[in-house]
């Protein structure tokens, strides 16, 4: 796993837009990069984190991506495409690279499977709505073909839209399309196979 890790750079004095960001990064100015750091970091740690499965390859992910951003950034070419689906075309690839590294370990017998696909996150998530249904949605994730889970991650972690999910994950904005429908109808379906499962005197006393 890369340990490396960007500069640690002053404050901007003002907010501009990502590609204005990535135009300044690519002068080597690092206020620049602590600014897309603060604006973007959460959500590409949650993107890697519930791909992946643990906050500690998240972490490493995030790093990579962020010095991937300062080595690269000249490379960014705006009448191509928004920045930020080219950042977060960067964390799918790395994401991608880290699963299949992975494999390739277990493969080799380095590693447990019950520690590689553990996570220590906390669960912060059940704040939002019920915690069953959090626990369901989470479990139903991990279940889900890896590239139907990514379009579903960069949907709803990362908030980008039905094109910018397709340049990101190199594909059409079709089969955006379908991997979003499948995704969810088989996660509404888990949801409703528990709630119908639940025992009626349970679901009576909530």
Same mark, same amino acid.
């Given at each position: 796993?890369?340990?490396a890790?960007?500069p640690?750079?002053a404050?901007l ?13 690519? &002068?080597?100015e690092q206020?620049?990069? $602590? #600014? ?6 959460? +959500? *590409?740690?949650? @993107?890697?984190? =519930? ?11 995030v ?6 951003v ?5 490379r ?39 520690d ?7 669960? &912060? ?5 019920? $915690? #069953? ?6 479990? +139903? *994730?991990?279940? @889900?073909?890896? =590239? ?20 990101a994950?190199?594909t ?9 429908v ?15 499962s639940?025992p ?7």
């Amino acid at each position: 796993m890369s340990q490396a890790r960007v500069p640690e750079p002053a404050g901007l004095p003002e907010r501009f837009d990502d590609e204005e960001l990535l135009a300044r990064i690519a &002068a080597g100015e690092q206020p620049a990069l $602590r #600014q897309l750091i603060d604006r973007h970091g959460r +959500g *590409l740690q949650l @993107l890697a984190a =519930r791909y992946l499965g643990g906050a500690h390859e998240a972490e490493d992910v995030v790093q990579d991506v962020f010095f991937s951003v300062w080595n690269n950034a000249k490379r960014f070419d705006p009448a191509k495409g928004r920045a930020t689906t080219w950042i977060y075309r960067i964390a799918v690839n790395r994401c991608i690279d880290v699963k299949r590294w992975r494999r390739f370990r277990l493969f080799l017998g380095f590693d447990d499977t019950d520690d590689v696909f553990a996570s220590d996150d906390p669960p &912060a998530d059940t704040l939002i709505g019920s $915690r #069953q249904e959090l626990a369901i949605v989470r479990a +139903g *994730l991990d279940t @889900l073909p890896e =590239r139907q889970r990514m379009a579903l991650l960069l949907r709803a972690v990362a908030d980008l839209d039905v094109t910018s999910i397709a340049e990101a994950m190199g594909t059409s904005a079709g089969s955006v399309e379908q991997l979003l429908v499948r995704a969810r109808r088989t996660l509404r379906a888990r949801l409703t196979k528990v709630g119908e499962s639940e025992p009626r005197d349970e679901r009576l006393s909530k």
